[in-house]
T-cell receptor
Framework: DAKTTQPPSMDCAEGRAANLPCNHSTISGNEYVYWYRQIHSQGPQYIIHGLKNNETNEMASLIITEDRKSSTLILPHATLRDTAVYYCIVRPGRGSSNTGKLIFGQGTTLQVKP | DGGITQSPKYLFRKEGQNVTLSCEQNLNHDAMYWYRQDPGQGLRLIYYSQIVNDFQKGDIAEGYSVSREKKESFPLTVTSAQKNPTAFYLC?????????????FGPGTRLTVL
């Protein structure tokens, strides 16, 4: 079962920031928050991940609340090519006894409109 | 993409035939994974391998087989025992080491059994 909750869909105007929320209220201390996105009929694309500090890379920013029970993925200037399903995933860190599998929930379908 | 190739992109087979899906990576990653995705659903883990000549069953291994003779390659065979083989198959790999274990996905193979 997915350990995250995301809204099923969101719209965003082209050029504006897209803010995608994720709830992970049962996250454990050694679990990371990962974000992937999947454009129709393609493989999932890694976006960003974090443990407790906010993170930024060339694609997006990840804001994690202080209690780590929720996070927000920010696409600063959304384009039409950002239209995709966005998945928020929590998984144990390296060294834990786990298969490494990623549990994908239903994700959020982001529609960027002109 | 990102150094993971899957071929072919589309594959058609008759019911009762075995079929092998290719997955190759040139990222020097130790771990490789096979997932299955059905329409409108998340990914489910079929098999994974953390080192050469070793692999483990995932959540839905029945009707599938794998091999890991080389670090770069992790082929998946869909056997006639798999009752519903039509799906989108995704291969992923990750570097199990100090650089972390983010999984990167290939473009996928869409298998249709007629």
């Amino acid at each position: 079962d997915a350990k995250t909750t995301q809204p099923p869909s969101m719209d965003c105007a082209e050029g504006r920031a897209a803010n995608l929320p994720c709830n992970h209220s049962t996250i454990s201390g050694n679990e990371y928050v990962y974000w992937y996105r999947q454009i129709h009929s393609q493989g999932p694309q890694y976006i960003i991940h974090g443990l407790k500090n906010n993170e930024t890379n060339e694609m997006a920013s990840l804001i994690i609340t202080e209690d780590r029970k929720s996070s927000t993925l920010i696409l600063p200037h959304a384009t039409l090519r950002d239209t995709a399903v966005y998945y928020c995933i929590v998984r144990p860190g390296r060294g834990s006894s786990n298969t490494g599998k990623l549990i994908f929930g239903q994700g959020t379908t982001l529609q960027v409109k002109p | 993409d990102g150094g993971i190739t899957q071929s072919p992109k589309y594959l058609f087979r008759k019911e009762g035939q075995n079929v092998t899906l290719s997955c190759e990576q040139n990222l020097n990653h130790d771990a490789m994974y096979w997932y299955r995705q059905d329409p409108g659903q998340g990914l489910r883990l079929i098999y994974y391998s953390q080192i050469v000549n070793d692999f483990q069953k995932g959540d839905i291994a029945e009707g599938y087989s794998v091999s890991r003779e080389k670090k770069e390659s992790f082929p998946l065979t869909v056997t006639s025992a798999q009752k519903n083989p039509t799906a989108f198959y995704l291969c992923a790999s990750s570097y199990e080491g100090r650089k972390g274990d983010t999984q990167y996905f290939g473009p996928g193979t869409r298998l249709t059994v007629l």
